[in-house]
């Protein structure tokens, strides 16, 4: 079964940080660009940024640009978000999600791991 | 950046009527780039159509996506109860962003 599981979620103080990760299954990871996304409580949708198979392209929202990094490793299947001088606007559910391979868009995404950025 | 403006912001609809979803871009976004995702509350969302107007896997036809340049369409021709939900739109390049949603609710 195709599956996205992430984990490292949870409550940290303002200017703090945290490292979320993505364990794939079921599929060729190294094959794939993949993605963060993230929702804040009764919010719409929010890209947050994305790598490519070998890590050669990665892009990043201007919201989150200088203090998120994104990173994979292939060898463990995983993907990361490291998530640096958090704030309380980053609160939200951090989902990951693949590219499909011969189009454009995310077609699968993990359940998605709660963060929360609170003093 | 290319920003993506949905509308309405909320339908209001029976089962069985059809529902036309908009997504307008701030500017031209190469139909092979744009795609829709339907949520429902506590989940994750879930790829519908992408290129605009092909469907994902296992997605029943009664949804089709259409448009070209600034202007696609979401249509769900016949609302079935499962289909009520928030639909996002989301172009596709170095950026990704997604639009606001738009609410299908129960009339």
């Known amino acids: 079964e195709v599956q996205l599981v992430e984990s490292g979620g949870g409550l940290v103080k303002p200017g703090g940080s945290l490292r979320l990760s993505c364990a794939a299954s079921g599929f060729t990871f190294s094959s794939y660009s993949m993605n963060w996304v993230r929702q804040a409580p009764g919010k719409g949708l929010e890209w947050v940024s994305s790598?490519?198979?070998?890590?050669?392209?990665?892009y990043y929202a201007d919201s989150v640009k200088g203090r998120f990094t994104i990173s994979r490793d292939n060898a463990k299947n995983s993907l990361y978000l490291q998530m640096n001088s958090l704030r309380a606007e980053d609160t939200a559910v951090y989902y990951c999600?693949?590219?499909?391979?011969?189009?454009?868009?995310?077609?699968?995404w993990g359940q998605g791991t709660m963060v929360t950025v609170s003093s | 950046e290319i920003v993506l403006t949905q509308s309405p912001g909320t339908l209001s609809l029976s089962p069985g009527e059809r529902a036309t979803l908009s997504c307008r871009a701030s500017?031209?976004?190469?139909?092979?780039?744009l795609a829709w995702y339907q949520q429902k509350p506590g989940q994750a969302p879930r790829l519908l159509i992408y290129g605009a107007s092909s469907r994902a896997t296992g997605i029943p036809d009664r949804f089709s996506g259409s448009g070209s340049g600034t202007d696609f369409t979401l249509t769900i021709s016949r609302l079935e109860p499962e289909d009520f939900a928030v639909y996002y739109c989301q172009q596709y390049g170095s950026s990704r962003p997604f639009g606001q949603g738009t609410k299908v609710e129960i009339k």
């Open positions: 999600a693949r590219d499909g391979v011969d189009f454009h868009a995310f077609d699968i």
């Open positions: 500017q031209s976004v190469s139909s092979s780039y």
């Open positions: 790598i490519s198979s070998s890590s050669s392209y990665i």
